[in-house]
C-alpha cells in the first residue's frame, strides 16, 4: 500500500485495497516517524475512503508507529463481508495503534470484518490493537481515541482473533483507549480467546466508555463482551454491555482479574 515516514499525507475518497506487506507491517497504508521520541508524520482519511482486502503482519489495514492517524466521518476499513475485510498475522486486523502512535476516529467510520489469523495472550485485536507489545511502559503506549455521535456512531463489527488465547475480537487494549458513541457487535475471540468486544492488558492505562454499547460479542475462554486484566473500566454516559441470553461462560459477559475494577 502506501508508506509515510514523519511527513503528512491524505487519502481523499478512493480505496485502497489488495495489498500485501508479507512479515512486515501495514497492508493498506503504514505511517512512522523514525526520529526517536518525535510524534511527526499525519495520515488522514477523508471522503469516504475504503482500506480494504489487505495483509501484514501487523496492521493489515493501517499501521501507526510513534505518528498520528486521523480517520474521518464515514470511512471505512474492511467491508461488507469477511473476503473484503483487512487481515493481520498477529495484531491490528484493521488498524495497528503502535508504540507512541495517536489514532482519531470520527463519527459513521465502520471497522468491520478484519481478522487476526495468529493471536495470542500478548497480540491481538481484530478490529484494532492498541498498544506497543515490546513494552509496557505508559511512555510508549499508544493512544486511540473514537468520536462517534448519538445518531452516527462509530461501528466495529464482525472482527475476529483467532490463535491460541488469542485476545480482543473488537479492540485489544494496551494503551490509552476513549470510547465515545461507539457500537462493538458480533466481534469474536474464539480459540481460548478473552475479551470479544474488548480485552484490556494489565498494563494498559485508562479505559473509558462514554455511550458505547457492546451487544453479541463472544470469547471462548473469558469475557464475551470485556475482558479486563488489570487496571480500571470506566463507563459513562448511557454505556451498555449486554449480557446474551442464557447462562453460558463467553457470551457479552463481562470478567475481571482481581484488582481489576469497573
Given at each position: 500500500g502506501g508508506y509515510n515516514d514523519s511527513s503528512k499525507y491524505t487519502v481523499k475518497g478512493g480505496t485502497i485495497t489488495?495489498?500485501?506487506?508479507?512479515?512486515?507491517?501495514?497492508?493498506?497504508?503504514?505511517i512512522k516517524t523514525n526520529t526517536s521520541g518525535s510524534v511527526n508524520g499525519t495520515l488522514t482519511l477523508t471522503?469516504?475512503?475504503?482500506?480494504?482486502?489487505n495483509t501484514a503482519k501487523n496492521g493489515g489495514g493501517i499501521a501507526v508507529h510513534s505518528a498520528k492517524l486521523m480517520i474521518e466521518a464515514d470511512c471505512t476499513i474492511g467491508g461488507d463481508n469477511a473476503s473484503?475485510?483487512?487481515t493481520a498475522k498477529t495484531s491490528g486486523g484493521?488498524?495497528?495503534?503502535?508504540?507512541?502512535?495517536?489514532?482519531?476516529?470520527?463519527?459513521?467510520?465502520?471497522?468491520?470484518h478484519n481478522t487476526v489469523t495468529n493471536g495470542s495472550t500478548i497480540h491481538g485485536g481484530g478490529g484494532?490493537?492498541?498498544?506497543?507489545?515490546?513494552s509496557n511502559a505508559e511512555a510508549d503506549m499508544g493512544t486511540l481515541i473514537v468520536k462517534g455521535?448519538?445518531?452516527?456512531?462509530?461501528v466495529i463489527s464482525n472482527c475476529v482473533v483467532n490463535g491460541n488465547y488469542g485476545s480482543g475480537g473488537g479492540i485489544y487494549n494496551k494503551g490509552k483507549v476513549t470510547l465515545e458513541y461507539a457500537q462493538l457487535n458480533n466481534n469474536t475471540a474464539p480459540d481460548n480467546g478473552q475479551g470479544g468486544g474488548i480485552y484490556i492488558h494489565q498494563y494498559a492505562g485508562a479505559c473509558v466508555l462514554d455511550n458505547t454499547k457492546i451487544t453479541e460479542c463472544e470469547a471462548t475462554s473469558t469475557g464475551g463482551g470485556v475482558s479486563i486484566s488489570g487496571n480500571t473500566l470506566t463507563l459513562k454516559g448511557a454505556s451498555v454491555i449486554t449480557p446474551s441470553e442464557g447462562t453460558e461462560k463467553g457470551k457479552n459477559d463481562v470478567y475481571l482479574v482481581p484488582n481489576a475494577y469497573i
Amino acid at each position: 500500500g502506501g508508506y509515510n515516514d514523519s511527513s503528512k499525507y491524505t487519502v481523499k475518497g478512493g480505496t485502497i485495497t489488495g495489498n500485501n506487506a508479507g512479515d512486515y507491517s501495514g497492508g493498506g497504508a503504514y505511517i512512522k516517524t523514525n526520529t526517536s521520541g518525535s510524534v511527526n508524520g499525519t495520515l488522514t482519511l477523508t471522503d469516504d475512503a475504503h482500506i480494504s482486502d489487505n495483509t501484514a503482519k501487523n496492521g493489515g489495514g493501517i499501521a501507526v508507529h510513534s505518528a498520528k492517524l486521523m480517520i474521518e466521518a464515514d470511512c471505512t476499513i474492511g467491508g461488507d463481508n469477511a473476503s473484503q475485510g483487512n487481515t493481520a498475522k498477529t495484531s491490528g486486523g484493521g488498524i495497528s495503534v503502535g508504540k507512541k502512535a495517536e489514532c482519531t476516529i470520527k463519527e459513521g467510520v465502520t471497522i468491520r470484518h478484519n481478522t487476526v489469523t495468529n493471536g495470542s495472550t500478548i497480540h491481538g485485536g481484530g478490529g484494532i490493537y492498541v498498544g506497543d507489545p515490546n513494552s509496557n511502559a505508559e511512555a510508549d503506549m499508544g493512544t486511540l481515541i473514537v468520536k462517534g455521535t448519538d445518531t452516527n456512531p462509530v461501528v466495529i463489527s464482525n472482527c475476529v482473533v483467532n490463535g491460541n488465547y488469542g485476545s480482543g475480537g473488537g479492540i485489544y487494549n494496551k494503551g490509552k483507549v476513549t470510547l465515545e458513541y461507539a457500537q462493538l457487535n458480533n466481534n469474536t475471540a474464539p480459540d481460548n480467546g478473552q475479551g470479544g468486544g474488548i480485552y484490556i492488558h494489565q498494563y494498559a492505562g485508562a479505559c473509558v466508555l462514554d455511550n458505547t454499547k457492546i451487544t453479541e460479542c463472544e470469547a471462548t475462554s473469558t469475557g464475551g463482551g470485556v475482558s479486563i486484566s488489570g487496571n480500571t473500566l470506566t463507563l459513562k454516559g448511557a454505556s451498555v454491555i449486554t449480557p446474551s441470553e442464557g447462562t453460558e461462560k463467553g457470551k457479552n459477559d463481562v470478567y475481571l482479574v482481581p484488582n481489576a475494577y469497573i
